[in-house]
């Protein structure tokens, strides 16, 4: 329990985001432990489109290395907008170590436009035993992630509410940050 509460900490350095301090529009897409891909899909009834801002080796901050249990300095990070008729919905920060991207999970993490939850959620995949370890945030220019966000991204609003899960694919571990857009609450959330 103390580490998990030492990685909330870092995570929620502006401020602590529990569900239920969330606005309630957000709490379900906040709170679903489903494909957020697939939930999207199902609310604009099309197809998404993943439009990939960067995806290249970089080092990671203190407040991403905390999650990974062995000593990583450089990843793969994985910067996308899901959008809808052209309309960012989301924005996702995923970081995947060398040692998940090796091996077997090395094909299927050669992405391009298809979604991360495609492989993350694919039918065929063992589901792991371990529920993935979730953690949501309310963001603002303070927090790490919000101005990482705000570099790739410029209409970032000054307050977001994001969510950040912690995946294993095969037993390896990707860090997947979702901050949500505002033009995501057009849609219907079923
Ligand atoms: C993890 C999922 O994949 C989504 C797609 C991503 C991508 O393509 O990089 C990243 C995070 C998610 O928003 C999901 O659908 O739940």
């Keep these: 329990?103390?580490?998990r509460r030492r990685l909330r900490s870092s995570w929620n350095r502006v401020d602590s985001g529990e569900l239920h301090q969330a606005p309630r529009q957000w709490q379900s897409w906040l709170s679903d432990t489903g494909s957020?891909?697939?939930?999207?899909?199902?609310?604009?009834?099309?197809?998404?489109?993943?439009v990939?801002?960067?995806?290249?080796?970089?080092?990671?901050?203190?407040?991403?290395?905390?999650?990974?249990?062995?000593?990583?300095?450089?990843?793969?990070?994985?910067?996308?907008l899901l959008c809808a008729n052209g309309?960012?919905?989301?924005?996702?920060?995923?970081?995947?170590?060398?040692?998940?991207?090796?091996?077997?999970?090395?094909?299927?993490l050669r992405?391009?436009?298809?979604?991360?939850?495609?492989?993350l959620f694919a039918k065929t995949r063992m589901r792991s035993k371990k529920k993935p370890l979730r953690e949501i945030a309310r963001l603002d220019k303070r927090n790490i992630l919000w101005k990482k966000c705000f570099q790739q991204y410029q209409k970032l609003p000054a307050v977001s509410w994001a969510r950040r899960t912690l995946y294993q694919l095969k037993g390896r571990p990707l860090l997947v940050s979702e901050v949500f857009l505002p033009a995501l609450l057009n849609y219907p959330n079923n």
């Design 36 to 50: 957020l891909t697939q939930k999207i899909e199902r609310a604009i009834g099309q197809k998404l489109e993943v």
């Design 111 to 119: 992405l391009g436009k298809k979604p991360l939850g495609a492989v």
């Design 87 to 108: 309309m960012p919905l989301v924005m996702a920060n995923s970081i995947i170590p060398g040692r998940s991207s090796s091996g077997s999970n090395h094909e299927v």
């Design 1 to 3: 329990m103390i580490h």
């Design 52 to 80: 990939v801002l960067r995806d290249c080796r970089q080092n990671l901050n203190s407040d991403e290395s905390r999650y990974f249990h062995f000593n990583i300095k450089r990843c793969r990070i994985r910067e996308v």
